[in-house]
């Protein structure tokens, strides 16, 4: 999978468990901008790698989400220049079954407003757990920001479509990692969790085949508006 097979211009990965399966470090940062990531999005795992915090604080690469309260480190957007044109990536979480934040929809009423002064292309993680959550936020934003797709529940939706309002959704991205295991872990730890009173610590599956997801969104660069979204999923990667 490259960027010149899909003529990708701009690409964005949800990097909250890319450091082993928990949080982000700066040097697992670095790995994603060298393969070609361009900017990171986050969610809860944000803060699981305690060095990562100044970090957050100095990189405009990095945004966690924007409904965090007011003095968290690091930024809830960022904005980037794609051939010649001017693109916001915006970071909200849910509040559904998620830690306690903000109203994601009144922090990002605020937000959108502010980003469409200087760009009618924005482009928002939402990172949540309820399905509902998530197309509520896009259909509340229909026709003010280009993509709304979801993350966090690592599962893949098959939901993708693109609003009256020009708004492309997608429920969830999905998980790039081990296809065996429990979305991501070994499968006896999680099980364990389910089945006794034990809390030990997952362990990222390190055996078994590997799967890749994405979406690729085609938008129009005057209006903002998205022309078309593909879902990606690739299974069974040595």
């Known amino acids: 999978m490259t960027r010149e097979q899909h003529r990708v211009h701009l690409c964005i990965a949800n990097g909250e468990n ?3 399966g928990f949080g982000l470090t700066v040097p697992t940062a670095d790995e994603l901008f ?3 990531v361009d900017v990171i ?8 790698k305690r060095e990562l915090r100044g970090y957050l604080e100095e990189s405009d690469r990095v945004v966690r989400p924007a409904n965090y309260p007011p003095g968290t480190p690091g930024r809830g957007y960022t904005t980037i220049d794609v051939d010649g044109a001017r693109v916001a990536i915006l970071n909200l979480m849910g509040r559904v079954f998620m830690p306690v934040v903000d109203d994601p929809f009144r922090v990002g009423r605020e937000l959108v407003d502010e980003l469409r002064s200087f760009t009618p292309i924005i482009i928002l993680d939402m990172h949540a757990e309820a399905t ?9 934003f229909d026709g003010q920001v280009s993509v709304v797709y979801g993350t966090h529940t690592h599962v893949q939706t098959a939901d993708e479509q693109v609003f009256s309002g020009g708004t492309a959704y997608l429920s969830d991205v999905g998980m790039t990692g081990p296809t065996e295991g429990v979305i991501g872990m070994e499968a006896a730890g999680v099980i364990d969790r389910f089945t006794t009173a034990f809390t030990e610590r997952f362990n990222v599956e390190k055996h078994g085949l590997k799967q ?3 979406a690729v ?3 129009d660069r005057a209006t903002g508006k998205a022309l078309d979204i593909k ?3 690739l299974r069974g990667i040595a």
Not at 41 to 48: E, K, L, P, R, Y
Not at 132 to 140: G, N, Q, T, V, Y
């Open 18 to 20: 890319a450091a082993g």
């Open 34 to 36: 060298e393969v070609g």
């Open 41 to 48: 999005t986050s969610g809860n795992h944000i803060w699981d």
């Open 132 to 140: 509902s959550e998530k197309m509520a936020i896009a259909r509340f």
């Open 212 to 214: 890749f997801c994405a």
């Open 217 to 219: 969104v085609a938008i």
């Open 231 to 233: 879902r990606i999923f």
